[in-house]
């Protein structure tokens, strides 16, 4: 009776867990699904305020609401609301999570002509001590802000050694592509947009930026070879 007595206990303790788990997956959901459904009414004034909600963080945690909030005064125009919200954010965060922070708003800033606040970011990558990424950005720095042209041999070395990977592959990629692209040598830059975009979620910066410059080469290429034939 006493081993049946213990039996029903654990029985009842696994049940209650599952639904107590069942329970904070349901609110997390819903939560999810309420700033979703904002971003798609483009109503960015209510995410931002359920984004700085307790109830909200505690579901989603602190990063994902974060980010929602970040992507909103973006999309509101608000930049000096959102260059204040990630300075507060580079010194609540840290680690991967920083990284993440950094890695979006960096490459954001620097595509929007806002130069100075990248060199910011920047000077914040380099002390998560994190070299590929370090290296990745100082690169994206020189090329788009700088104008520099004359790196694809450094890049392709650090390439080849496979110091990169995944996102940061794909930014370097992309980098040698852009230097291609500006020397004149359309054929060798669009294999180089082709092998960046596979490693770029469909929605990335350099996902757009690649489909761009990939159309704009064929169109040229098609063009040149309409004027052999």
Request: net charge negative; glycine share 6%.
């Amino acid at each position: 009776m006493g081993n049946q007595g213990n039996m029903l206990m654990v029985w009842i303790i696994v049940v209650v867990v599952m639904v107590g788990g069942l329970g904070y997956l349901l609110i997390k959901y819903k939560r999810y699904n309420i700033l979703n459904r904002a971003i798609k009414e483009k109503n960015y004034e209510l995410i931002v305020e359920l984004s700085e909600k307790p109830s909200y963080r505690k579901a989603l945690g602190n990063l994902s609401c974060d980010l929602y909030k970040f992507n909103a005064l973006r999309s509101m125009g608000h930049i000096d609301d959102l260059k204040r919200s990630i300075d507060d954010a580079v010194q609540l965060y840290g680690g991967k999570d920083l990284e993440k922070i950094l890695e979006l708003y960096f490459h954001y800033f620097l595509h929007h002509n806002d130069a100075e606040y990248a060199k910011k970011l920047l000077a914040d990558i380099r002390d998560t001590g994190n070299a590929p990424f370090t290296q990745c950005s100082e690169w994206c720095y020189q090329v788009v802000a700088e104008h520099r042209n004359d790196l694809v041999n450094e890049m392709e070395d650090q390439v080849n050694a496979n110091v990169f990977s995944g996102y940061n592959l794909g930014v370097v990629l992309y980098l040698i592509a852009f230097q291609l692209q500006n020397d004149g040598e359309l054929e060798e830059a669009l294999e180089y947009y082709k092998t960046a975009m596979q490693c770029f979620a469909p929605h990335a910066i350099y996902m757009e930026l690649s489909r761009r410059n990939v159309e704009i080469i064929e169109n040229k290429l098609n063009e040149a070879g309409d004027l052999v034939d």
